[in-house]
């Protein structure tokens, strides 16, 4: 059936989000943003849920040991954590909070594009703010004044932001936050390759709320957990919004014990590839593209006109990395997941040769 009348008019207008179609094991992949290597004790982990795993329970819906191991780590109250079904639950949940019908919400481009997505899906109106400069920095000032004229009910703040690796300062945020009367999200799904974090300012500002996700930093994003930190009155409401349950029992459990018992391999991890990008960022300059300086897990690379002969290439040779040339303001584009040390030369001596 292709008949598009019974079609929300919505459903009608969304492109989805697009993938790399799903190939086999011994493919690299460096599109997806993800950590080169899964956390080191799974099978201690599957041995320790035993044979009597209540898997035909909802055995803890409400997450409440998550939610306590989540604030230790993030060190605020485990009555502001939300854990949600991934991060972009999580985003689903912020625009059913805060959005009615024709309600504008607020992305810098270019940035994640769940944000508009599930805004759009939740039948929010986008208003866009694009980045500047060859750096892609975000102009305050800008934000401010158009969410003030525009009557902005959301503002997305991504810290790194996706794709670009670039950061906000935290004076800036703080800015943003101070000066608007509407509810500002900062996403700090790669908060750990970067440093800085904006959770201390939930003291201060009753309109922030920080996105977070297990994908990144705990090594865990097939197990698709996320969680939202915000004052208690707003996890509250979103306690209420979420979809209950919606966490599968495996998912939460390997969330608790990768914060009990893996946080020095997430540590070790995170510094490799620190490392890591700052030596593929610079054998990519010899090779004489651009990249833009990254404080996140990827690099954006400007690779000219030869993106889609470049990727088409790489991808014979059982390497994937994002084309995002054909989005705006990335022209030439493409995003490359640091990994491993061998997998990164894998990479390299690819494109030296290519190139």
Sequence with gaps: MKNNKYFSKIAEK???????????DEVLRFDTNTVPF??????????????????????????KKLETLIAQYEKVQSDMITVTNSGDEALDILAKTFLDDDDTFLVTPPTYEIFSI?????KGRK?????SGKLFNVNTNKIITTTNEQKVKLIFLCNPNNPTGTIISQSDIEKVVRCCSTIVVVDEAYREFYGNSSVTLLKKYDNLVILRSF????????????YLIANSFLSSKFHSIRFPMGVSYFSYKLAEWVLE?????MNQQIEMIKTERERLSNKLLVMGFYVLPSKANFLLVNIGARVKEIQD???KKGIL?????????????????VRSRKENDVLINALKKIV
Excluded: H, M
């Design 14 to 24: 969304i492109v989805p989000y697009q993938w790399e179609e799903s190939l086999s």
């Design 38 to 63: 899964p956390p080191p004790n799974l099978q201690r982990f599957f041995k320790s849920l035993g044979n009597n795993c209540p898997i035909n329970e909802y055995k803890d819906p409400s997450y």
């Design 118 to 122: 599930q805004c759009e899906l939740n």
């Design 127 to 131: 208003v866009e703010v694009p980045l």
């Design 215 to 226: 994908s990144k930093f705990a090594g865990i994003a097939g197990a698709r957990v996320g």
């Design 261 to 265: 018992n893996d946080q020095q391999w």
């Design 313 to 315: 290439k790489l991808k």
């Design 321 to 337: 990395i994002r084309d995002r040339s054909s989005k705006k303001y990335l022209t030439g584009c493409v995003r490359i997941t």
